[in-house]
């Protein structure tokens, strides 16, 4: 949950954050609106240009400034990391990951404005996709980012996370240990 200032600036209520979106300039937690299947899924399926995200906190990865907004539109090629955060264990990717006994351990590095590395557990080479229907994004197990301000309250989330939804073509480097 985070605090949604009310109009008055004095009193706060209570918002339900279901989605987490990292770009390279903005953490963005709140609901992606009109969600009719996992983020993953979605996500891989996006047709139109921009994500409609309510009740929308956005962190600034550079600057900590913190902007809390009724609505906010997501350029979606800008997104970088993802993750749903109700009802985790339902997510089609954690559920072939946690099935599939081999796994690889993996870095992958951001090197855009603000450079950052997501490190965890992937199904064997998921970021190398090929053919007419080719992923973009990849799931990674119980991710570790590096390079942020988690230490930031509203960035702490960060360091919480079950799995991340990696986009494979914004990462500059993978080293795979596999």
Known sequence: MSQHP????????????E????TEMFLIKGRLLNKQKRLTNLLEDYVHTFLSVRDATLVSLRSKEVI??????VNVDRVIL??????????EGMRRLA????????RAFYSGVTQFEVSGQIEPAAYESHGPRAAKYFIMQKPVVRGLDLGHPEMALL???DYA???SDRMAYIYDFS
């Open 6 to 17: 009310e109009n008055s600036g004095s009193v706060a209520t209570p918002v339900f954050v």
């Open 19 to 22: 989605d987490l979106f990292l």
């Open 68 to 73: 809390r907004t009724p609505s906010v539109m």
């Open 82 to 91: 993802a993750h749903e955060l109700v009802d985790v264990a339902g997510d």
């Open 99 to 106: 099935a599939n006994e081999k796994s690889a351990t993996i």
């Open 159 to 161: 360091k919480s996370l």
């Open 165 to 167: 939804i990696v986009r």
